[in-house]
């Protein structure tokens, strides 16, 4: 009779741990892998300790079909939904929701760019290597975008990454045993110089005439506080004070207010202020409250 699980050691940035290797039946192959969480310390490794929590995971242990299983298309379309179990964690665990401009541009890529290479029809999760996503790189690099110029490395990157986090999101829940993306490098790129207004061109922005001062205002928040549109939408009375602009909030249209991007992941670990220029705080003195 098969042993219905064998044990093997595992390296994790704790130390080795013992892992279980399940038996299925219907494939007849040991066909799921399960962390016991036992580290393999001392004389004797701990390796009893590692079967008998092996044996009381066996009840819980399903074969149905697993995620890598899914076709890759599949997989990614259901990956980037605003309603997916990915989506719920970044909000509900981790507090860092994703934006839903963010999952649709992610969703626009699987469907422009993953369905309709050749290479991933059929594709199952499992299956995607190494190779197969140079393939499909270089097969990216000879398309045009929808602005009809070819595609640049800049955007060949991007929706890689959209299949890039989909997978380690999979490898990371132990869905998929390795990650393919490890031996890809990412596509070249020739960032080009962004725009920046000479002195002349920002003195007559400021000067510029306009009927409402809040949108002057907000002009001057971005040109001279260096605030992103999202910071200058969510910017309440509370938040200035002492010479000094505190960020607490990005609010994002359609969405409502959340928190801003900043170096420490969130703004209780890393809350970023910038200084209040005199030409703001007189702008400021001049509104109602």
Same mark, same amino acid.
Request: hydrophobic letters at 35%.
């Given at each position: 009779m098969r042993c219905p699980f064998t044990l093997f050691k595992k390296q994790t940035g704790k130390g080795a741990i013992w892992y279980a290797r399940f038996w299925d039946e219907m494939s007849g192959?040991?066909?799921?892998?399960?962390?016991?969480?036992?580290?393999?310390e001392g004389k004797?490794?701990?390796?009893? @300790?590692?079967?008998?929590?092996?044996?009381?995971?066996?009840?819980?242990?399903?074969?149905?079909?697993?995620?890598?299983?899914?076709?890759?298309?599949d997989y990614l379309a259901g990956f980037w939904k605003p309603d997916s179990?990915?989506?719920?964690?970044?909000?509900?665990?981790?507090?860092?929701p994703l934006s839903a401009y963010y999952v649709l541009q992610n969703a626009v890529n699987v469907q422009r760019y993953v369905k309709t290479f050749p290479g991933f029809e059929g594709l199952r999760l499992r299956e995607l290597t190494s190779g197969l996503i140079r393939d499909w790189m270089a097969w990216m690099a000879e398309r045009k975008g929808a602005a009809g110029r070819m595609l640049s490395g800049r955007r060949i990157n991007a929706v890689a990454q959209t299949v890039r986090v989909a997978v380690r999101c999979a490898v990371d829940r132990e869905e998929l045993e390795r990650d393919?993306?490890?031996?890809?490098?990412?596509?070249? @790129?020739?960032?080009?110089?962004?725009?920046?207004?000479?002195?002349?061109?920002?003195?007559?922005?400021?000067?510029?005439p306009a009927a409402d001062p809040r949108r002057r205002l907000a002009v001057l928040l971005g040109m001279l506080c260096g605030m992103r549109m999202g910071e200058v939408r969510g910017l309440q009375w509370g938040d200035i004070g002492g010479g000094l602009i505190r960020i607490s909030r990005n609010w994002i249209n359609g969405e409502g207010s959340k928190a801003p991007k900043c170096k420490g992941g969130t703004i209780r670990q890393n809350p970023r202020t910038v200084p209040l220029p005199s030409t703001v705080a007189q702008m400021l003195e001049s509104l109602p409250r």
């Open positions: 192959k040991y066909a799921l892998k399960r962390s016991t969480g036992i580290l393999a004797k490794e701990r390796r009893r @300790e590692a079967e008998r929590k092996a044996l009381e995971m066996l009840s819980g242990i399903s074969f149905g079909q697993k995620r890598s299983d899914q076709l890759l298309s179990p990915y989506a719920k964690e970044c909000a509900l665990i981790r507090k860092r393919p993306f490890r031996a890809v490098r990412k596509a070249a @790129e020739s960032p080009r110089e962004k725009g920046v207004l000479s002195p002349g061109e920002a003195a007559r922005l400021i000067a510029a």
